[in-house]
Each structure stands twice: as structure tokens, then as C-alpha cells.
């Protein structure tokens, strides 16, 4: 008689439940998100956030054109689009509706940042995927900063990162950068996990060992197919590269304003003009200002190069 196959009775859930469903603990969960095998996440509901979008303005025109409206989730306006099973965003410029003005749907995307990243402002809802490293090590995080990625995303989505949006409006607007209020405490409750990672485990027999690292693992697309993209390596890179960069960007600003005397010493040119030179050592070296006390990037020319993104021409 062949063996029944297990069925699993959620698209998503509470890593708790997960846990339970396996028979595991969600420290094991953890541990294997922490390996970089399984996504964590957690549940956005209007987050207004910050979009940074790799891809030029006709690309995100394109690829706008192809979303679709996310059907399970009914309570969710129409500006509504899925940019993956679980992670959406709700397009809120106040041209959507305006023919002459909209930029073929994607005028969410507004401003550039770099070379090649598109930025924009919007509201995202349903699963995130977050960095689970600092959940190793305690149960209840006090400050977590609110820096998500899409969940089950693969190398299909062009949305690299979404960030609190308010603190960089206030700065366009001549206000100062303060992601403080945007900080939450956050538990292992609060931590979801998809079917599909489920799936990969039970099929594993919990074999953890066995289980492959997510850049070596094919990602269903929004129709549960899997992708034959082989890109997967470089989103990666990307990912880490954002991760990195809004880590070095709050401690640039937590070393602004906890170390007022030295930063005025050391951190201006006899013009007047921002040090981001000397800012960047000052953050290389002050690990204190990194949840891990490191600093990811030990390049001064690469650290003063993120501050400066932000900084360049405002002092």
C-alpha cells in the first residue's frame, strides 16, 4: 500500500505553529534561517515604506504591467499588486489615477538612487522576509529596525528592500534623519513561516544538514511554478549589499548623534563641508553601534561612500 502522502493545512503560519507542526523547536527554525535555508518573515499591514528597486524606468514600467492584483487578500485596495505570493505593495501616489501624469503604473518609482536602483514610496502588506540573525541569541529583540525583504522572492522580484519611509521624507523636507521611533520590539511570536519552506523540511525527512542554502534552491513564482532563473547568486550579493548599507547607514547616524563633540571635531572639512572619511573610520571603529558590534564593511572608501549617499550636500 503506498504511503499516504502529509498533507499540510496552511499557506503560511506562526513559526510556533510550524515548530509544533514538525515536531521541532522554533529555535531549530531559527537556526536553520540563521544557515540561510529557510526564510523568516513577518506580517506587514500598511507599512509606508521606502522602496529601493533595482532596474531602470522603463524596466519598472514592465514589469508594473505584469503584477497582479492578489486575489486572497481581499480587504486590500486596488492599488494593490503582488510582488510575490506573500509580499505586496499598494501603489498610494497621488497621480495613480492621473493618465497624463503616470508613468505607465510604476510612478511609485520616482527618484534614483545610484546607478541602476530605482526609489519610491508605497505601502507594503502581507509576509517580509527579515534578517533572523539577532533571534539566535534572544527570544525578544527590543530595537529591531524595520528593514524587510520580499518574502520567497528568489531572483524574480526587482524590489530589493523596503525601509520606514517618514524618515526620509522628513529629510527631503530639510528635517534631520531619525529612525529611533521606527525601531519596535519584536518576539519569536511574531516570526511567520511559508508552506513552502515546510514542504522543503518534511521532504528532507528533518534532516537538517541535508537541506540546501536558499542560493542554491529554486523559488516558486506567483503561479507556484518554479523559476529557471540563474541569477540567483548575484540577488544574493544584492541582498547583502542593502543589508550592509542600512547597517552602516544607522550606525552613521546613531555615531551623529551619541558622539556630538568628536564628530564636530573630526568629521568637518575647514569648509564646512561633511568628512566622510573621517565619519567612516570613526563608524569602522566604534563596533558599539552595530547589533553584532561589527562593522560589515572595513573599507573606509566603501562606508564613506554609503554615508555619503545620504548626506552629500545637507549639513
Known amino acids: 500500500m503506498a504511503e499516504k502522502e502529509i498533507k499540510i493545512p496552511f499557506s503560511y503560519c506562526r513559526l510556533s505553529r510550524g515548530a509544533s507542526f514538525l515536531g521541532v523547536e522554533p529555535s531549530d527554525l531559527i537556526n536553520l534561517a540563521v544557515e540561510n535555508k529557510i526564510e523568516l518573515c513577518i506580517m506587514l499591514k500598511r507599512f509606508h515604506c521606502r522602496v529601493l528597486f533595482k532596474g531602470s524606468t522603463d524596466f519598472a514600467s514592465e514589469w508594473h504591467s505584469k503584477l497582479l492584483y492578489p486575489s486572497t487578500f481581499n480587504n486590500l485596495s486596488g492599488q494593490t499588486r503582488a510582488i510575490t505570493n506573500y509580499s ?7 497621480e495613480f489615477f492621473n493618465p497624463e501624469k503616470l508613468l505607465s503604473g ?16 508605497c505601502f507594503a502588506h502581507g509576509l517580509w522576509r527579515i534578517n533572523p540573525e539577532q ?86 513564482d506567483l503561479n507556484g511554478d518554479i523559476s529557471n532563473n540563474t541569477n540567483i547568486r548575484s540577488e544574493k550579493a544584492l541582498e547583502r549589499h ?18 556630538i563633540d568628536t564628530f564636530k571635531e573630526d568629521c568637518f572639512k575647514k569648509d564646512g563641508s561633511y568628512n566622510f572619511s573621517a565619519w567612516a573610520r570613526h563608524v569602522i571603529d566604534k563596533v558599539t553601534l552595530f547589533q553584532n558590534k561589527e562593522c560589515p564593511v572595513k573599507s573606509v572608501d566603501t562606508v564613506a561612500s554609503y554615508i555619503s549617499k545620504v548626506f552629500k550636500g545637507v549639513n
Open 242 to 259: 542593502a543589508r550592509n548599507e542600512l547597517a552602516i547607514i544607522s550606525a552613521a547616524f546613531r555615531f551623529k548623534d551619541e558622539c
Open 135 to 220: 533571534f539566535e541569541s534572544m527570544s525578544v529583540i527590543d530595537k529591531f529596525f524595520p528593514g524587510f525583504y520580499p518574502c520567497l522572492s528568489g531572483r524574480k522580484s526587482p524590489v530589493i528592500q523596503v525601509l520606514p519611509a517618514k524618515p526620509f521624507i522628513d529629510h527631503q523636507d530639510g528635517g534631520r534623519f531619525n529612525f529611533d521611533s521606527f525601531e519596535f520590539s519584536i518576539g519569536v511570536d511574531d516570526l511567520w513561516i511559508t508552506h513552502y519552506d515546510i514542504k522543503r523540511i518534511m521532504e528532507s525527512d528533518l534532516d537538517f544538514d541535508s537541506l540546501s542554502m536558499l542560493t542554491e534552491v529554486e523559488r516558486p
Open 106 to 121: 510604476a510612478d511609485v518609482f520616482n527618484e534614483k538612487e545610484g546607478n541602476g536602483f530605482l526609489v519610491g514610496y
Open 88 to 94: 505586496f505593495i499598494e501603489f498610494s501616489n497621488g
